[in-house]
Protein backbone atom coordinates (compact mmCIF):
# COMPACT_ATOMS: atom_id res chain seq x y z
CA UNK A 1 0.00 0.00 0.00
CA UNK A 2 2.97 2.39 1.17
CA UNK A 3 4.87 1.89 -2.40
CA UNK A 4 1.08 2.73 -4.24
CA UNK A 5 1.17 5.93 -2.28
CA UNK A 6 4.38 7.21 -3.15
CA UNK A 7 3.92 6.04 -6.87
CA UNK A 8 0.82 7.96 -6.62
CA UNK A 9 2.55 10.85 -5.47
CA UNK A 10 5.07 11.03 -7.85
CA UNK A 11 2.80 10.75 -10.49
CA UNK A 12 0.85 13.88 -9.28
CA UNK A 13 3.97 15.59 -9.38
CA UNK A 14 5.31 14.84 -12.18
CA UNK A 15 1.56 16.09 -13.47
CA UNK A 16 2.11 19.15 -11.67
CA UNK A 17 5.78 19.51 -13.16
CA UNK A 18 4.29 19.14 -16.68
CA UNK A 19 4.83 22.28 -19.00
CA UNK A 20 2.21 24.20 -20.64
CA UNK A 21 3.14 24.94 -24.37
CA UNK A 22 3.65 28.31 -23.46
CA UNK A 23 5.70 27.68 -20.56
CA UNK A 24 8.00 25.37 -22.19
CA UNK A 25 11.42 26.67 -22.30
CA UNK A 26 14.89 26.08 -22.21
CA UNK A 27 17.40 27.58 -19.59
CA UNK A 28 19.77 29.98 -20.56
CA UNK A 29 21.49 30.95 -17.70
CA UNK A 30 23.56 28.06 -16.50
CA UNK A 31 25.28 29.52 -13.41
CA UNK A 32 27.53 28.71 -10.12
CA UNK A 33 28.30 31.45 -7.69
CA UNK A 34 31.99 30.79 -7.51
CA UNK A 35 32.44 34.00 -4.93
CA UNK A 36 34.94 32.03 -2.44
CA UNK A 37 36.85 30.59 -5.17
CA UNK A 38 39.56 33.37 -5.66
CA UNK A 39 40.48 33.19 -2.05
CA UNK A 40 40.91 29.24 -2.47
CA UNK A 41 42.53 29.37 -5.04
CA UNK A 42 44.97 31.76 -3.33
CA UNK A 43 45.36 29.41 -0.32
CA UNK A 44 46.66 26.82 -2.98
CA UNK A 45 43.40 24.76 -3.43
CA UNK A 46 43.66 22.53 -6.74
CA UNK A 47 40.76 21.20 -8.70
CA UNK A 48 40.38 17.74 -10.33
CA UNK A 49 38.77 16.60 -13.49
CA UNK A 50 39.15 12.91 -14.14
CA UNK A 51 42.19 12.80 -11.58
CA UNK A 52 43.50 15.33 -13.34
CA UNK A 53 44.38 18.97 -11.95
CA UNK A 54 42.30 21.05 -14.21
CA UNK A 55 41.08 25.11 -14.01
CA UNK A 56 37.85 25.27 -12.08
CA UNK A 57 36.20 27.81 -14.28
CA UNK A 58 37.16 24.80 -17.31
CA UNK A 59 35.16 22.03 -15.47
CA UNK A 60 32.69 24.54 -14.40
CA UNK A 61 32.12 25.21 -17.90
CA UNK A 62 32.62 21.92 -19.51
CA UNK A 63 29.78 20.60 -16.86
CA UNK A 64 27.31 23.22 -18.96
CA UNK A 65 27.92 26.32 -17.00
CA UNK A 66 27.58 29.50 -18.72
CA UNK A 67 27.22 32.64 -16.06
CA UNK A 68 29.43 33.28 -12.99
CA UNK A 69 27.66 34.59 -9.73
CA UNK A 70 29.87 37.00 -7.49
CA UNK A 71 28.98 38.59 -4.58
CA UNK A 72 30.50 42.21 -3.57
CA UNK A 73 30.86 43.64 0.14
CA UNK A 74 31.74 46.68 0.82
CA UNK A 75 34.19 46.57 2.78
CA UNK A 76 34.29 42.88 4.42
CA UNK A 77 37.28 42.61 6.94
CA UNK A 78 39.15 39.89 5.02
CA UNK A 79 39.71 42.25 2.03
CA UNK A 80 37.72 39.25 -0.44
CA UNK A 81 34.79 40.04 -2.10
CA UNK A 82 35.34 43.87 -2.04
CA UNK A 83 35.87 45.93 -5.47
CA UNK A 84 39.16 44.98 -6.14
CA UNK A 85 39.03 41.59 -5.43
CA UNK A 86 35.89 41.52 -7.36
CA UNK A 87 37.26 43.04 -10.69
CA UNK A 88 40.50 40.89 -10.22
CA UNK A 89 37.83 37.39 -10.16
CA UNK A 90 36.01 38.95 -12.98
CA UNK A 91 38.80 38.97 -15.23
CA UNK A 92 39.45 35.35 -14.96
CA UNK A 93 36.03 34.94 -15.81
CA UNK A 94 35.50 36.73 -18.80
CA UNK A 95 38.62 35.37 -20.05
CA UNK A 96 37.17 32.09 -19.66
CA UNK A 97 34.10 33.52 -22.77
CA UNK A 98 31.25 33.40 -19.39
CA UNK A 99 28.79 35.97 -18.38
CA UNK A 100 28.91 37.96 -14.99
CA UNK A 101 26.68 38.67 -12.56
CA UNK A 102 27.12 40.60 -9.83
CA UNK A 103 25.55 40.41 -6.57
CA UNK A 104 25.40 43.56 -4.21
CA UNK A 105 24.86 42.72 -0.89
CA UNK A 106 25.06 46.33 0.33
CA UNK A 107 26.75 45.31 3.35
CA UNK A 108 30.39 44.33 4.73
CA UNK A 109 29.40 41.32 5.64
CA UNK A 110 26.46 38.30 5.14
CA UNK A 111 23.15 39.60 3.70
CA UNK A 112 20.27 37.63 3.61
CA UNK A 113 16.56 37.14 5.29
CA UNK A 114 17.10 37.33 8.58
CA UNK A 115 20.40 39.85 8.13
CA UNK A 116 20.92 42.92 6.18
CA UNK A 117 23.37 45.03 7.97
CA UNK A 118 24.30 48.38 6.39
CA UNK A 119 28.44 48.83 5.78
CA UNK A 120 29.69 50.18 8.47
CA UNK A 121 30.54 53.60 6.67
CA UNK A 122 26.96 53.93 6.04
CA UNK A 123 25.51 53.37 9.39
CA UNK A 124 25.00 56.14 10.60
CA UNK A 125 23.58 57.44 7.19
CA UNK A 126 19.54 58.53 6.74
CA UNK A 127 17.51 57.20 4.12
CA UNK A 128 18.34 60.18 1.73
CA UNK A 129 22.11 59.25 2.07
CA UNK A 130 21.21 55.78 1.69
CA UNK A 131 19.94 56.92 -1.49
CA UNK A 132 22.74 58.42 -2.47
CA UNK A 133 24.94 55.30 -1.19
CA UNK A 134 23.37 53.01 -3.30
CA UNK A 135 23.69 54.78 -6.53
CA UNK A 136 27.44 55.32 -6.03
CA UNK A 137 28.45 52.34 -4.98
CA UNK A 138 26.52 50.51 -7.96
CA UNK A 139 27.87 52.62 -10.27
CA UNK A 140 31.51 52.70 -8.96
CA UNK A 141 31.54 49.12 -9.13
CA UNK A 142 29.70 48.65 -12.55
CA UNK A 143 31.75 51.43 -14.28
CA UNK A 144 34.90 49.90 -12.65
CA UNK A 145 34.32 46.51 -14.10
CA UNK A 146 33.04 47.74 -17.29
CA UNK A 147 36.34 50.37 -17.83
CA UNK A 148 38.39 46.52 -17.65
CA UNK A 149 36.40 45.00 -20.22
CA UNK A 150 34.19 42.80 -17.83
CA UNK A 151 30.98 44.62 -18.07
CA UNK A 152 28.56 42.97 -15.64
CA UNK A 153 26.03 41.12 -17.88
CA UNK A 154 23.32 41.14 -15.08
CA UNK A 155 23.68 42.60 -11.26
CA UNK A 156 21.42 42.48 -8.31
CA UNK A 157 20.11 45.05 -6.19
CA UNK A 158 20.00 43.53 -2.90
CA UNK A 159 20.69 39.57 -2.01
CA UNK A 160 17.71 37.91 -0.20
CA UNK A 161 15.70 40.74 0.16
CA UNK A 162 12.83 39.24 1.81
CA UNK A 163 11.64 42.31 3.92
CA UNK A 164 14.03 45.03 2.70
CA UNK A 165 17.80 45.58 2.85
CA UNK A 166 19.86 48.09 4.59
CA UNK A 167 18.20 47.95 7.72
CA UNK A 168 16.64 49.60 9.06
CA UNK A 169 15.98 52.32 6.69
CA UNK A 170 15.56 50.17 4.20
CA UNK A 171 13.60 47.53 6.36
CA UNK A 172 9.45 47.41 5.27
CA UNK A 173 7.38 47.87 7.89
CA UNK A 174 3.87 46.51 7.81
CA UNK A 175 3.41 47.26 3.82
CA UNK A 176 5.28 50.70 3.78
CA UNK A 177 7.47 49.66 0.55
CA UNK A 178 8.44 53.17 0.27
CA UNK A 179 12.07 53.27 1.67
CA UNK A 180 13.28 50.08 0.59
CA UNK A 181 11.78 50.78 -3.33
CA UNK A 182 13.50 54.42 -2.98
CA UNK A 183 16.88 52.42 -2.61
CA UNK A 184 16.36 49.90 -5.00
CA UNK A 185 15.49 52.34 -8.23
CA UNK A 186 18.68 53.90 -7.03
CA UNK A 187 20.41 50.83 -7.87
CA UNK A 188 18.44 50.26 -10.98
CA UNK A 189 19.50 53.77 -12.44
CA UNK A 190 22.90 53.33 -11.58
CA UNK A 191 23.34 50.48 -12.98
CA UNK A 192 21.49 51.80 -16.15
CA UNK A 193 23.75 54.61 -16.00
CA UNK A 194 26.60 52.52 -16.11
CA UNK A 195 25.34 50.65 -18.69
CA UNK A 196 22.00 50.69 -20.57
CA UNK A 197 21.87 46.37 -21.33
CA UNK A 198 22.81 44.88 -18.22
CA UNK A 199 19.66 43.33 -16.65
CA UNK A 200 18.30 44.14 -12.99
CA UNK A 201 17.48 41.36 -10.95
CA UNK A 202 15.37 41.93 -7.72
CA UNK A 203 16.38 38.86 -5.27
CA UNK A 204 14.09 37.54 -2.80
CA UNK A 205 14.33 33.46 -1.13
CA UNK A 206 10.33 33.79 -1.46
CA UNK A 207 10.30 30.25 -3.35
CA UNK A 208 8.71 28.86 -0.47
CA UNK A 209 5.58 31.08 -0.50
CA UNK A 210 3.69 32.30 -2.99
CA UNK A 211 1.65 34.85 -0.69
CA UNK A 212 5.65 36.40 0.55
CA UNK A 213 6.36 35.99 -2.88
CA UNK A 214 3.27 38.08 -4.08
CA UNK A 215 3.14 40.14 -1.07
CA UNK A 216 6.92 41.79 -2.07
CA UNK A 217 6.78 41.82 -5.40
CA UNK A 218 3.17 43.31 -5.66
CA UNK A 219 4.22 46.05 -2.73
CA UNK A 220 7.51 47.21 -4.62
CA UNK A 221 5.36 47.28 -7.92
CA UNK A 222 2.86 49.55 -6.48
CA UNK A 223 5.75 51.85 -5.33
CA UNK A 224 7.01 52.23 -8.94
CA UNK A 225 10.29 49.72 -8.90
CA UNK A 226 11.24 48.86 -12.02
CA UNK A 227 13.02 45.78 -12.92
CA UNK A 228 14.36 43.46 -15.46
CA UNK A 229 14.47 39.82 -13.69
CA UNK A 230 12.93 37.94 -10.86
CA UNK A 231 15.35 36.13 -9.18
CA UNK A 232 14.70 33.31 -6.20
CA UNK A 233 16.79 31.22 -4.02
CA UNK A 234 15.34 27.48 -3.42
CA UNK A 235 16.70 25.08 -0.88
CA UNK A 236 14.66 22.16 -0.80
CA UNK A 237 15.56 21.37 2.71
CA UNK A 238 14.08 25.26 4.14
CA UNK A 239 11.87 26.45 1.19
CA UNK A 240 9.42 23.05 0.40
CA UNK A 241 8.67 20.91 -2.23
CA UNK A 242 9.78 20.96 -6.55
CA UNK A 243 5.99 21.52 -7.11
CA UNK A 244 6.01 24.63 -4.90
CA UNK A 245 8.75 26.02 -6.68
CA UNK A 246 7.14 25.23 -9.76
CA UNK A 247 3.95 27.12 -9.19
CA UNK A 248 6.11 30.21 -7.46
CA UNK A 249 7.58 30.45 -10.99
CA UNK A 250 4.65 30.21 -12.86
CA UNK A 251 2.78 32.99 -10.92
CA UNK A 252 5.59 35.20 -10.75
CA UNK A 253 6.23 34.89 -14.41
CA UNK A 254 2.65 35.65 -15.40
CA UNK A 255 2.05 38.26 -12.69
CA UNK A 256 5.07 40.23 -13.51
CA UNK A 257 5.47 39.57 -16.73
CA UNK A 258 9.19 39.12 -16.22
CA UNK A 259 11.62 36.59 -16.64
CA UNK A 260 12.46 33.97 -13.74
CA UNK A 261 15.81 32.67 -12.34
CA UNK A 262 16.82 30.55 -9.84
CA UNK A 263 19.98 32.59 -8.52
CA UNK A 264 20.96 29.69 -5.66
CA UNK A 265 20.15 26.02 -5.23
CA UNK A 266 22.46 23.36 -4.01
CA UNK A 267 22.47 19.99 -2.44
CA UNK A 268 24.61 18.01 -0.05
CA UNK A 269 27.03 15.19 -0.93
CA UNK A 270 28.07 14.04 2.16
CA UNK A 271 26.50 13.48 5.68
CA UNK A 272 30.00 13.93 6.96
CA UNK A 273 31.63 16.78 8.02
CA UNK A 274 35.42 18.08 6.93
CA UNK A 275 36.20 20.33 9.72
CA UNK A 276 35.20 21.62 12.59
CA UNK A 277 33.09 24.41 11.67
CA UNK A 278 29.16 22.77 11.55
CA UNK A 279 27.48 22.03 8.35
CA UNK A 280 24.94 24.46 7.42
CA UNK A 281 22.84 22.14 6.00
CA UNK A 282 22.88 18.59 8.05
CA UNK A 283 23.26 15.76 5.08
CA UNK A 284 20.44 13.95 6.97
CA UNK A 285 18.04 16.69 5.85
CA UNK A 286 16.90 14.83 2.69
CA UNK A 287 14.25 16.03 0.28
CA UNK A 288 12.10 13.72 -2.03
CA UNK A 289 14.06 10.89 -0.37
CA UNK A 290 17.37 11.79 -2.31
CA UNK A 291 20.22 10.44 -0.48
CA UNK A 292 23.39 12.46 0.48
CA UNK A 293 25.90 11.23 -2.89
CA UNK A 294 27.52 12.36 -5.79
CA UNK A 295 24.47 10.88 -7.34
CA UNK A 296 22.07 12.49 -5.12
CA UNK A 297 23.29 15.38 -5.54
CA UNK A 298 23.26 15.39 -9.06
CA UNK A 299 19.92 13.90 -9.24
CA UNK A 300 18.57 17.20 -7.25
CA UNK A 301 20.25 19.38 -8.78
CA UNK A 302 18.74 17.96 -12.47
CA UNK A 303 15.07 17.89 -10.49
CA UNK A 304 15.73 21.84 -9.86
CA UNK A 305 16.41 22.78 -13.46
CA UNK A 306 13.88 20.40 -14.79
CA UNK A 307 11.18 22.23 -12.61
CA UNK A 308 12.56 25.82 -13.53
CA UNK A 309 12.44 25.01 -17.39
CA UNK A 310 8.99 23.23 -16.96
CA UNK A 311 7.69 26.33 -15.64
CA UNK A 312 9.16 28.81 -17.58
CA UNK A 313 12.45 29.77 -15.99
CA UNK A 314 15.53 31.22 -18.01
CA UNK A 315 17.74 30.04 -15.24
CA UNK A 316 19.42 28.09 -12.36
CA UNK A 317 22.50 28.84 -10.33
CA UNK A 318 24.44 26.38 -7.76
CA UNK A 319 25.40 28.38 -4.85
CA UNK A 320 29.51 27.60 -4.30
CA UNK A 321 29.97 24.65 -5.65
CA UNK A 322 34.00 25.23 -5.25
CA UNK A 323 33.58 26.22 -1.89
CA UNK A 324 34.93 23.06 -0.87
CA UNK A 325 37.07 22.70 3.20
CA UNK A 326 40.04 24.83 2.35
CA UNK A 327 42.08 25.66 5.69
CA UNK A 328 41.73 29.41 6.32
CA UNK A 329 38.86 30.43 3.76
CA UNK A 330 36.26 30.35 6.12
CA UNK A 331 32.73 31.85 6.40
CA UNK A 332 33.21 34.80 8.64
CA UNK A 333 35.07 37.54 7.08
CA UNK A 334 36.06 39.11 10.13
CA UNK A 335 37.85 35.79 11.21
CA UNK A 336 38.03 33.61 7.80
CA UNK A 337 41.37 32.24 8.59
CA UNK A 338 39.95 30.92 12.16
CA UNK A 339 36.71 29.72 11.08
CA UNK A 340 35.79 26.60 9.37
CA UNK A 341 33.78 26.07 5.93
CA UNK A 342 29.72 24.91 6.77
CA UNK A 343 29.37 24.48 2.89
CA UNK A 344 32.24 21.71 2.61
CA UNK A 345 29.42 18.59 2.05
CA UNK A 346 27.15 20.95 -0.42
CA UNK A 347 29.77 22.08 -2.85
CA UNK A 348 30.60 20.06 -5.78
CA UNK A 349 33.97 19.25 -4.95
CA UNK A 350 34.81 16.42 -2.23
CA UNK A 351 37.39 17.49 0.49
CA UNK A 352 40.18 16.86 -1.61
CA UNK A 353 39.14 19.20 -4.83
CA UNK A 354 37.69 16.20 -6.89
CA UNK A 355 34.16 17.08 -8.96
CA UNK A 356 31.29 15.13 -8.49
CA UNK A 357 31.28 13.61 -12.56
CA UNK A 358 27.47 13.01 -12.61
CA UNK A 359 26.40 16.81 -11.80
CA UNK A 360 25.55 18.92 -15.24
CA UNK A 361 23.76 22.14 -16.33
CA UNK A 362 21.56 21.52 -18.81
CA UNK A 363 19.38 23.82 -21.33
Known amino acids: MMGLLRMLLIAAVLVTL ?28 KY ?20 MRLRVWNNPASGYNNKAKVLQQAKAIKAKGLKLLIDFHYSDTWADPGKQYPPAAWAAHSLSQLRTDVYNHTYDVCTALKAQGTTPDSVQIGNEINVGML ?34 MIHTANSDSLTNAR ?22 MWHGTLANLYNVITDLRARYAKPVVV ?8 SA ?31 VQNTARNAGAIGVFYWEPT ?35 GLKWTP
Open 18 to 45: TPSPAQAASLTMLGADVSSLQRSLDLGA
Open 48 to 67: YKNGAATDPYDILKGAGANY
Open 167 to 200: WPRGQVEGSDFGPLASLLKQGYNATKACNGSTQV
Open 215 to 236: WFYNGITAAGVTWDVTALSYYC
Open 263 to 270: VETAYQFT
Open 273 to 303: DADSEKNSIPGTVLCDNIPSTWAGQAQQFSW
Open 323 to 357: WYAVKGNGWDPANINGTGDGWDNMATFDWTGNVNP
